[in-house]
């Protein structure tokens, strides 16, 4: 089993930086992806970055060159680096992982993750 925790959101400006922080608890060594997805208000969840656990990383092209996600060798922690943020940014970050090592954009389904973090929102004002 494996426990994620998600801090690190809060309110920005447009053109603005967050950092957000997922801790893992449990038997996490053995996790082959880890993935942020968001979910704005009405809108369905959606995979924004994924890191294979070779260290190898997929970006949504709505965040490409923006943002920056990273693990540290234990996988005790996974971050994502928010840069030059949009508007269109906002919603409920979440921190995820599945055993499977595939880490592809493709790949990125919700029925797909098999554990979950509780959420941390983000909310980028124009």
């Known amino acids: 089993q494996v426990q994620l925790v998600e801090s690190g959101g809060g309110s920005v400006q447009a053109g603005g930086s967050l950092r957000l922080s997922c801790a893992t608890y449990g038997n996490a060594f053995n996790i082959g992806c880890m993935l942020w997805f968001r979910q704005a208000s009405g809108k369905e969840r959606e995979g924004v970055a994924s890191?294979?656990?070779?260290?190898?990383?997929n970006y949504a092209d709505s965040v490409k060159g923006r943002f920056t996600i990273s693990q540290d060798s234990a996988k005790n922690m996974l971050w994502l680096q928010m840069n030059s943020l949009k508007p269109e940014d906002t919603g409920m970050y979440y921190c995820?992982?599945?055993?499977?090592?595939?880490?592809?954009?493709?790949?990125?389904?919700?029925?797909?993750?098999?554990?979950w973090g509780q959420g941390t929102q983000v909310t980028v004002s124009s």
């Open positions: 995820a992982a599945r055993w499977a090592y595939d880490c592809y954009v493709g790949s990125w389904t919700s029925s797909r993750v098999d554990f």
């Open positions: 890191i294979h656990a070779l260290g190898s990383s």
